[in-house]
């Protein structure tokens, strides 16, 4: 089965750092895509950034560019968003999610539990 295990959320002040990560196993790595949404209360959910574990190109939604980086360690199946500069608007449950090829669609096969972020002004 496939499984997608997020951590690393917690509560930071603005300006502060986080780093997420997102612990994959029961697929083969190299076929899928993989990345990050989010959802805060009340909002719909958004697509933050993914990553084609094979070529390691990346996507990042035009809110966090600049701020967060996605990387991946095709060793241990994980992949990892790090967040600086951090905002209260990036106040959020975030949840890792994948999907079979190359490019992470609006709706992944498989999600994560979520790790919920905190940001206080």
């Known amino acids: 089965d496939v499984q997608l295990q997020a951590f690393g959320g917690g509560l930071v002040q603005a300006g502060g750092s986080l780093r997420l990560s997102c612990a994959a196993s029961g697929f083969s790595w190299n076929d899928y895509a993989i990345g990050w949404f989010r959802q805060a209360p009340g909002k719909e959910r958004e697509g933050v950034s993914c990553i084609d574990v094979n070529n390691g190109s990346t996507y990042y939604d035009d809110s966090v560019k600049g701020r967060f980086t996605i990387s991946k360690d095709n060793a241990k199946k994980m992949v990892y968003l790090q967040m600086n500069s951090l905002k209260p608007e990036d106040s959020a449950v975030y949840y890792c999610?994948?999907?079979?090829?190359?490019?992470?669609?609006?709706?992944?096969?498989?999600w994560g539990q979520g790790t919920l972020v905190t940001v206080s002004s």
């Open positions: 999610a994948s999907n079979p090829g190359r490019i992470l669609t609006s709706t992944p096969n498989y």
